[in-house]
């Protein structure tokens, strides 16, 4: 074993001293967070992490959504720790490359679908989804129709938290701050059946929320929008699976009016949904996707867009500079990493063990253990990601009161109980290690269970 510090309950105490006066931390209210105390962690392997009180914690969030391979996996150590020593760092933008940005293009080319062969490399999902809004835009241009520059996203979308990806996202959280928002942006509503069909089928269901596409393009003109943009599955959204037919729907209505579409893959790429990319577990070719978390499984800050030879081509056969980029594009140190990472993938056939193995058993024992529970009203997901919908009233579907809070209640229980899981809103999701075992997931849902029974009982006590 490798050996590692350990922090005393009197350092745990210093750490979170530190952390308050001077870290502010992404999504949180700093000011409460300082007067509670940051939990420190400390170590992880497998799917498991350490708390410097020494608590052991199963993750069922991989981290953000990213730590696909599990932690502790020396294999991409090794390559970071090679490739340090022999080119630590060069760009990616005067007419030069190295070997990791090379081979790691042509590595993500040989897994993702039809022609998505090109590669444009950032360091984030926000990043990512920041390149897709300038590259389509700049597609438009090049043909001709600088006026076809309009986005279309969907409401409770994330794309990150950019000025663009907070525009393209749909989280009204973050559109109350920080803006004005980047223009020429528009959403549609999203398809969660669960929550918002009423009486419809969700066939119907899906149908109608993609013609709301239609309608939008229509309203605002179809020669005046470039593209479409959305994840497969909306992740921090709260996993929201759509209809079976939507996305088959909103290709059609695409291609019927010349619009692009981007899947915003940073969360289903790179197996999570039982196939490489989660376009292809919902059978669509987009034109382009942006990926990141699975890519390097989190070990260093890397992500990509996957860019179709119709608009490659375009470019390159434009003849000019694309002025776009960052710093660290390509950077060889994570490209090492995540050249590692895919390979790791395709030698323990990882997206096959997702989508024929510990995948459905997932799914099917979820659904066993916790479909009955008083405070679960719907249970979806895919491959290993699934958001469980909690209700005050099954029947009806009621949820409980805003200033409850009954998802956070949940979470500190499981947090308190050896579990991670996230709340967004009411919705608790999990999407845990795609390398997890059937034993680790028998304890991730056993943990969510009993955890389940406490937050039903904290509401009881009211
Ligand atoms: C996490 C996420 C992003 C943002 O990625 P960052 O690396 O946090 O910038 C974008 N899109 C989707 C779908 C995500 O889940």
Redesign the pocket.
Known sequence: MSSHRTTTAANTADIQATDASHHMHPFTNTGALNRKGARVIERAEGVYLWDSEGNKIIDGMAG???VNMGYGRKELVEAAHQQMQTLPYYNTFFQTTHTPAAELAKEIASVTPGDLNHIFFA???????DTVIRLVRQYWNIKGKPYKNILIGREN??????IG?TSL?GMSGMHKQGGPLVPNIERIRQPYWYGEAGDMSEEEFGLACAQALEEKILAVGPDNVAAFVG?PI???GGVIVPPANYWQEIKRICDKYDVLIAA?????GFGRTGNWFGCQSFDFQPDLM?M??GLSSGYL?I?AVAVGDRIANAFIEHDEDFNHGFTYSGHPVAAAVAIENIRLMKEENIVDYVANDIGPYFQTKLREMLSEHPLVGHIEGMGLVAGIALVKDKATKTLFPDDLDIGLICRDHCFENGLIMRAVGSRMVLSPPLVISHAEVDEVLEKARHCFDLTLASVDKG
């Open positions: 953000l959504w990213c360091n984030s999902g926000s990043e990512a989804v979308a994330y794309h990150g938290s950019t990806g996202g994840e909306q992740g921090a915003d893959e940073v969360i289903c942006s990141a978390k800050p992500a």
